[in-house]
């Protein structure tokens, strides 16, 4: 196959499917927006209308995949270098940059304002912000500028359960904020713990990963202070007003066994890590998959239990 086919600039595509466009909104990464917003909404101290719930989750989802097409219409030359990414919609020719522009944008407006309709404009604002944050501020400008490009991008990530918090109160809370932090803390080390083991795709790239700007040491010493600053913020989650016993003890557990595995990674070397393949890095990384499912997925059972009276 040669070169050309993978240019992100060729317009002479086929006409894209629905598929196409929906491969645009990252829909692994919009599970992850869905789930934390939905735990968000769910456990804030007011009910809300299920119709209206439903509602909210729905406009920060679209919100979130609007980011994603927005990011596959910047990232499109990055992408068609990475192994991982080349089959994406606009490296593989199936859908234009012009047209993922318009979707993205198109998409971005509508879930603003009608999350604001539906909800409270500071919810709409925060998402607004999440976009105007994922896009300009991490993929256009920091991306392929530092090597804590990941940090930055973590934030915009992690809003979605504050939006959740936001959508169901009109406020901002010690709790949504830690929610936030749980999200933000997690990234790096989940992401960096990856880096280590497809490094060649990020350098064919020439994005400034950790791993390449600063080598494999650095980047299991910045794992492990990522994973002692999570585990802190983890921990303290559960002291709020969304905490319980069940968050306490899914947070506890799997802290440790996540500083275990991030103490296994700091004290390897490179050598013991390429013989037995990444072994541990891969471990830690599936393990991440993990985390903050059933972080959030603790702090879900928690509000159930409350609301039931059981707590």
Same mark, same amino acid.
């Given at each position: 196959?040669?070169?050309?086919?993978?240019?992100?600039?060729?317009?002479?595509?086929?006409?894209?499917?629905?598929?196409?466009?929906?491969?645009?909104?990252?829909?692994?990464?919009?599970?992850?927006?869905?789930?934390?917003?939905?735990?968000?909404?769910?456990?804030?101290?007011?009910?809300?209308?299920?119709?209206?719930?439903?509602?909210?989750?729905?406009?920060?989802?679209?919100?979130?995949?609007?980011?994603?097409?927005?990011? #596959?219409?910047?990232?499109?030359?990055?992408?068609?270098? #990475?192994?991982?990414?080349?089959?994406?919609?606009?490296?593989?020719?199936?859908?234009?940059?012009?047209?993922?522009?318009?979707?993205?944008?198109?998409?971005?407006?509508?879930?603003?304002?009608?999350?604001?309709?539906?909800?409270?404009?500071?919810?709409?604002?925060?998402?607004?912000?999440?976009?105007?944050?994922?896009?300009?501020?991490?993929?256009?400008?920091?991306?392929?500028?530092?090597?804590?490009?990941?940090?930055?991008?973590?934030?915009?990530?992690?809003?979605?359960? #504050?939006?959740?918090?936001?959508?169901?109160?009109?406020?901002?809370?010690?709790?949504?904020?830690? #929610?936030?932090?749980?999200?933000?803390?997690?990234?790096?080390?989940?992401?960096?713990?990856?880096?280590?083991?497809?490094?060649?795709?990020?350098?064919?790239?020439?994005?400034?990963?950790?791993?390449?700007?600063?080598?494999?040491?650095?980047?299991?010493?910045?794992?492990?202070?990522?994973?002692?600053?999570?585990?802190?913020?983890?921990?303290?989650?559960?002291?709020?007003?969304?905490?319980?016993?069940?968050?306490?003890?899914?947070?506890?557990?799997?802290?440790?066994?996540?500083?275990?595995?991030?103490?296994?990674?700091?004290?390897?070397?490179?050598?013991?890590?390429?013989?037995?393949?990444?072994?541990?890095?891969?471990?830690?990384?599936?393990?991440?998959?993990?985390?903050?499912?059933?972080?959030?997925?603790?702090?879900?059972?928690?509000?159930?239990?409350?609301?039931?009276?059981?707590?």
């Amino acid at each position: 196959m040669s070169d050309a086919s993978f240019d992100p600039t060729l317009t002479d595509t086929q006409e894209a499917q629905f598929g196409d466009y929906f491969a645009l909104l990252k829909p692994r990464v919009m599970t992850l927006v869905v789930f934390t917003a939905f735990v968000g909404l769910l456990a804030a101290p007011v009910s809300v209308h299920p119709f209206l719930g439903f509602c909210a989750v729905l406009f920060i989802a679209l919100g979130g995949g609007a980011s994603g097409a927005l990011n #596959m219409w910047y990232d499109s030359d990055i992408d068609a270098v #990475m192994k991982r990414t080349a089959k994406r919609p606009i490296p593989a020719g199936k859908v234009t940059r012009e047209e993922a522009l318009a979707f993205g944008l198109t998409l971005s407006v509508f879930a603003v304002v009608f999350l604001g309709l539906a909800t409270n404009w500071l919810a709409a604002g925060l998402l607004a912000f999440t976009i105007f944050f994922y896009v300009v501020v991490y993929t256009m400008w920091l991306k392929r500028l530092t090597p804590q490009n990941i940090v930055i991008g973590g934030a915009a990530g992690a809003f979605p359960p #504050m939006i959740g918090w936001a959508a169901a109160t009109g406020e901002i809370s010690t709790a949504s904020v830690l #929610m936030f932090c749980l999200t933000f803390l997690w990234t790096p080390p989940h992401f960096w713990a990856l880096a280590l083991f497809v490094r060649m795709d990020y350098d064919n790239a020439t994005v400034p990963m950790l791993t390449v700007t600063h080598g494999r040491r650095a980047t299991r010493n910045h794992i492990l202070v990522y994973t002692v600053l999570l585990a802190i913020f983890a921990i303290g989650l559960g002291f709020t007003q969304v905490g319980g016993p069940v968050y306490l003890a899914t947070a506890v557990v799997l802290n440790a066994l996540f500083l275990k595995g991030a103490v296994d990674i700091w004290r390897r070397d490179e050598a013991a890590s390429e013989a037995d393949n990444f072994k541990v890095e891969k471990s830690f990384f599936k393990l991440s998959l993990l985390y903050l499912f059933a972080h959030f997925g603790a702090i879900l059972v928690d509000a159930g239990l409350t609301r039931f009276g059981v707590l």
